[in-house]
């Protein structure tokens, strides 16, 4: 499957801020319950050209998504996967 999944905790922060498709939970590796699942879509319309600010508890992430290059929205991407990698494994 191409795309990003993300956890239902990830998906209470921005579900003001894109469109996700609820999935059926996944098992993932150290964690004993499975773990709902929500498949990103894209952003809301409103965000397409326009900076998107996430703040909650010890997490920033801020970003101009109307002015990213391709090669910007690629990193970002990258870096996104990363953190749910090391949030997955310290959960």
Not at 38 to 59: H, N
Not at 70 to 87: K, T, W
């Amino acid at each position: 499957m191409d795309g990003i999944l993300i956890s239902e905790s990830t998906y209470s922060y921005v579900q003001d801020l894109i469109k996700a498709q609820q999935r059926e939970p996944i098992q993932v590796k150290g964690i004993q319950k499975p773990v709902q699942t929500y498949a990103v879509e894209g952003f809301r319309q409103e965000m397409k050209s326009g900076l998107l600010t996430i703040e909650a508890d010890s997490l920033f992430v801020q970003a101009d998504i109307g002015r990213m290059s391709d090669d910007a929205r690629e990193q970002l991407h990258e870096v996104v996967q990363q953190l749910q990698n090391i949030c997955i494994a310290q959960s």
